[in-house]
Structures are given as structure tokens and as C-alpha cells.
């Protein structure tokens, strides 16, 4: 395994501000990995992922992007490998179609109009937004727009993805397209960095599960392990999902139940029944 | 804030409704009663008529945006197309999704903005300060009164926005999916206040995703898609309906999915719990027997 990302003591603090908002943060993001990144608002999470793609850089410590120092790369070079798709699509959004809008980037790029299209024509089919070129994003649903803002990303061929909070604002039709669009981006290659609240989200989608509180590292394991350590999230005010919630109560009545999905529960319950 | 009863606050008969803009209708042939201190949840995706349903139970539909009409709505004996949106607005208050759209702008602090509505209607200077201290120990916004409300987190915000609701004690709060752009503190926050609410006798319609918790205070469901009632009654009889619910897109609490997956693929019967207390009775239950 390769790394793409390290943050070796990173601490950051914003201009103005005597607080730090991450106080020496060590982590190690390998190649193809998919990582989830929770905790409360105003604990450091946000921070620590714009310190990932050189949108923030840090006043203390190194972070390196495949091995280029964040402080001296020049942004484009930064960019150019760690994708980020921020929260709000309307934040993103600024071109008229769908077309123009995933092209901005590559052209951006200087690339030749016809590597701009395959782009575009790459980046969409991915997100299954084929179809959609001439259409007015304002005139999406909240869900295509989401991943209308991936795909404009994508189309800049970026080896790691940071996803700002992708599933607030959606319904679940549209949490479970971008449950489905994270895992696929992931199996063809991509890195994946989510930064989210929705636990049962990262419970269906990331192996591995960073907690941030109070501008430190407080967990960091597999989403399973994170997940279980109930004290530790309770004090990070991190409720997990209705599942795990429910093995943990199951396990009080005698049963050791370890799900963090429901059809891992199921699976649980059906051997169980068989070998009481 | 009165004791349930038979008394029917909202009636919505044959709804049917198009804006100016769309082409096909947004409501079609919507059905419901809401009865003095009942929770109705309105579930359904993004887009199947949630928010333009709350908007014409206070008259904003068809009264401010135009558009085809058809059928009826009666708030307390009154049909909204003949009252005016002001007339409503001390029957029906309408906390929209972002708190950012409700907070007037022109007040400095929390506690102006809570008087804001009660100065517009002309109240007296001491059921001013009355009703608006209430409502703010209400949603637990004491010693922020003077605070601008522009510097107050997301959870603060939508609670004062509700807040500015309850001061001017409408006979409905109608909830536009409430916690959608809020952080889970936030969200906790201003669940916390809803089911106070709803515990002590509001009459509340509020259109909500975070199911799992909407189970714990509502009574009744209305399931909407593409503008229809899919589905209508006591919210256990709607959660139950698991394969129609995510053949829409909408997913039951995860507790209330597992007995239905259970029945389904290993063949026990189970209730159908839709709370985590209700689950863990259940299921051990179910486990310890088998």
C-alpha cells in the first residue's frame, strides 16, 4: 500500500483567531482507500479536509500529497490531485448547463477541446448524468445537483475525492445514489475522503473511520471498531446508527450481535436461529 | 395549546394544485384531517409535493403564488381561499427549512425578533414581553436574548424560528422539514422542542426525513409521491408498509425494516416495532424463543 496523503503534526489555526482549530493531527491516507471523517461542528473535521487538498495550509506541522508539501506546491498541482466537493451544490455550481459546468475545470487545465469533452463525457457517465448536458443545473433535483458538483470535480481526473457533507439536504433516494456513486468511485480507483454526520451512511459505505473533537484525533480504525466505542462517541455528541444501537441492547439481554447494517443483522439473526 | 380531541383543526379535501410555472399538477386530489393536538408526519422524496402541501395550509398556496386550484382546505371552520395569508397567520404557523429565510433581518436580537410578528399585529406592549419571554424559555433560547440572531448556530436559529412561531400561539405549526440542514446537535435541539410540542398538546403537520425520530411523536402519516397519497393513517400502520415505502424511496426506521426483512427471508413473524425500545423488546423476544 502506497500513501497519497499524510498530515505529519498538523496544526492549523485561522487568521485573527488565538484558538486552534487542529492541534497536531497525524494521518495516513493510503492509495484506494475509502475513509469517512466525523465529529461535531466546530471540532476541526472541515478544517482538516480543506488542509487535504491545499484549500487551508498549515500553520505548524506538513501535510504532503503524494509526496508534495502543500506549503510549497503550487496550489494547481494540489488541486490538480485532491478533488473537493463542498457541501452546498449552489456554492459550486456557476455555469448556465451541465456541460459547461463539468468542462470549466479541464478547460481550466488548457486541455484540448477534444480531451475537454471526453472529459466531460467520462466524468458524467460516471455519475450517471449522461443525457443531461443541455439541461439548466438549477433546473435539477437537489440529488442530481449533487452529483452533478462530483462530477465537475471528477472531469478534472483527480486521484483523491474529499466529499464536504454529501448526504445533508438529500432524501434518502438520494442518499442511496450517493451511497452507491461513493462505492463505485472507490472501486474504480478513487480515493475517497467523506467528511460527514450521517452515521448510517458510514456505516454502509466507509471500511475506516476517523474521529475529529476538539481539533484532535480522537479514533481512527475500522468503521466497526469506531463505531462500537460508544463512551468515546457519546462524549464527541455522536449518536450511532439505529442498528448498532440495537446490538449494543440486544448484547445487554445476552445476545452478541456486532452488525453495523441491517442486512448484517439479518445475517446474525439467521445464524443464531439456526445455532442457538 | 388544547387537549386532543374530536375537534377537526385542519380539513384538506380533494387538494388538487399547479403553479403558474409547472406544467403538470404538484398536489392531486390530496385527502386529510388533522384533529386539535394530533402530530401528522408528511413523508415522501424531495420533490413529491412536501413543502407546497405546508405552504397551503397557511395560505401561501394559492394566495401569494397564483397557480390552479382545486378542492379545499378549512382551518378551523375557515376555507384558506377565502381568508387572507394574514388572517392565517395567527391560525397556522409555518417554521420553514432554513431558519435563514424565516429571521426577518430587520431585528438586532433574539428577543426583538420574537416580538417582531406581535408588534406587526398591534398586541400590547406587556403580552408582547410576556409572549415573547415564553417562547423563548420555550425553545430554550434564555440568555441569548440579546444576541443578533445572525450569530447563533444552525440548532439556536431554526429554535428561534420556531420561537417567533409559538409567540404568536397559532392553532397549527406547520414544519417544513425543520432539521434537513442542520448538524445532529442541531437536529437533537430542535427534535427536543418538537416533541415537547407535540407531548404537550400542539396540533403540529410537519413534513420530516429523520423518520426514526419522527416515530417517536407522531401520530399519523401521510405518505406523498409525485403529488398523490400513496398512503394515510396511524403512523405504525404506515412505517409497516416497508415495500411501498422503499419502492418510493422513503426508508422506515432501520428497526421496522429488520422484522419485515425477518418475515420476509427467514420466515418468522414478528411485530413490526418503530422505536428502538419497542425493537430490543421485540427481538429479544423473538431471539430468546427460537
Known amino acids: 500500500m502506497s500513501i497519497i496523503i499524510e498530515t505529519k503534526d498538523l496544526w492549523f489555526r485561522y487568521p485573527g483567531i488565538d484558538t486552534w482549530a487542529l492541534k497536531g493531527i497525524n494521518l495516513t491516507i493510503n492509495t484506494g482507500e475509502l475513509i469517512a471523517i466525523i465529529g461535531q461542528n466546530g471540532g476541526g473535521k472541515s478544517t482538516l479536509a480543506k488542509n487535504l487538498n491545499g484549500l487551508l495550509k498549515p500553520t505548524k506541522g506538513v501535510v504532503l500529497v503524494e509526496g508534495l508539501d502543500t506549503k510549497t506546491t503550487p496550489s494547481h498541482e494540489i488541486v490538480k490531485r485532491v478533488g473537493y466537493v463542498f457541501q452546498n451544490p449552489s456554492h459550486q455550481i456557476f455555469e448556465s448547463n451541465v456541460f459547461q459546468e463539468v468542462a470549466y475545470g479541464p478547460r481550466n487545465l488548457g486541455l484540448s477541446e477534444e480531451e475537454v469533452k471526453d472529459r466531460v463525457r467520462w466524468a458524467l457517465s460516471l455519475v450517471g448524468l449522461e443525457g443531461y448536458e443541455d439541461h439548466n443545473p438549477y433546473d435539477l433535483d437537489y440529488g442530481k445537483m449533487k452529483l452533478l458538483t462530483v462530477a465537475s470535480v471528477l472531469s478534472m481526473k483527480p486521484k483523491v475525492l474529499v466529499l464536504d457533507e454529501p448526504t445533508t439536504g438529500q432524501d434518502h433516494a438520494g442518499r442511496h445514489l450517493l451511497a452507491s456513486l461513493v462505492k463505485k468511485l472507490n472501486r474504480e480507483g478513487f480515493t475517497i475522503a467523506i467528511i460527514t454526520h450521517d452515521m448510517r451512511f458510514v456505516a454502509e459505505v466507509a471500511p475506516r473511520t476517523v474521529l475529529i473533537a476538539d481539533g484532535q484525533k480522537i479514533l481512527d480504525g475500522p468503521t466497526r471498531e469506531v463505531l462500537y466505542t460508544v463512551d468515546v462517541l457519546k462524549k464527541a455528541a455522536i449518536k450511532p446508527p439505529q442498528i448498532v444501537q440495537l446490538s449494543l441492547a440486544l448484547r445487554e439481554h445476552g445476545f452478541s450481535f456486532s452488525s453495523l447494517t441491517l442486512q448484517e443483522m439479518l445475517d446474525e439473526m439467521r445464524k443464531l436461529i439456526k445455532n442457538p | ?290
Not at chain 2, 402530530?39 to 409535493?49: T, Y
Not at chain 2, 413543502?51 to 395550509?57: D, R
Not at chain 2, 425578533?113 to 410576556?130: C, D, H, S, T
Not at chain 2, 410537519?206 to 423518520?211: D, K, L, N, S
Request: negative net charge; aromatic residues 6%; charged residues 25%.
Open chain 2, 1 to 290: 395549546m388544547g387537549q386532543r380531541g374530536n375537534e377537526k383543526v385542519i380539513i384538506v379535501e380533494n387538494l388538487t394544485y399547479a403553479y403558474p410555472t409547472s406544467k403538470d399538477f404538484v398536489l392531486k386530489k390530496v385527502n386529510f384531517e388533522v384533529h386539535r393536538g394530533e402530530v401528522l408526519a408528511i413523508l415522501g422524496p424531495n420533490g413529491s409535493g412536501k413543502s407546497t402541501l405546508c405552504k397551503s395550509l397557511n395560505g401561501l398556496v394559492p394566495h401569494f403564488y397564483g397557480g390552479r386550484y382545486g378542492g379545499k382546505v378549512i382551518i378551523d371552520g375557515q376555507e384558506v381561499l377565502n381568508t387572507s395569508v394574514s388572517q392565517l397567520a395567527t391560525k397556522v404557523g409555518l417554521v420553514f427549512q432554513d431558519p435563514e429565510d424565516q429571521i426577518s433581518g430587520l431585528a438586532l436580537t433574539v428577543w426583538e425578533e420574537v416580538a417582531f410578528g406581535l408588534m406587526m399585529l398591534g398586541k400590547p406592549k406587556e403580552e408582547i414581553r410576556q409572549r415573547v419571554e415564553e417562547a423563548i424559555r420555550y425553545v430554550g433560547l434564555e440568555g441569548l436574548e440579546k444576541r443578533s440572531p445572525f450569530e447563533l448556530s444552525g440548532g439556536q436559529m431554526q429554535r428561534l424560528a420556531i420561537a417567533t412561531v409559538l409567540a404568536l400561539r397559532p392553532d397549527v405549526i406547520v414544519m417544513d422539514e425543520p432539521t434537513a440542514q442542520l448538524d445532529p446537535i442541531g437536529k437533537f435541539e430542535v427534535l427536543s422542542v418538537i416533541e415537547k410540542l407535540a407531548n404537550e398538546g400542539s396540533t403540529i403537520v410537519i413534513a420530516e426525513h429523520e423518520i426514526e425520530e419522527v416515530a417517536y411523536f407522531a401520530d399519523k402519516a401521510l405518505v406523498l409521491f409525485n403529488g398523490e397519497v400513496i398512503a394515510y393513517g396511524p403512523v405504525r400502520e404506515v412505517l409497516r408498509k416497508v415495500d411501498e415505502l422503499k419502492s418510493i424511496g422513503i426508508d422506515p426506521p432501520s428497526v421496522t425494516e429488520l422484522a419485515h426483512a425477518i418475515k420476509k427471508e427467514l420466515g418468522l413473524e414478528a411485530e413490526y416495532p418503530i422505536t428502538l425500545e419497542e425493537a430490543v423488546k421485540i427481538y429479544s423476544e423473538l431471539l430468546g424463543v427460537s
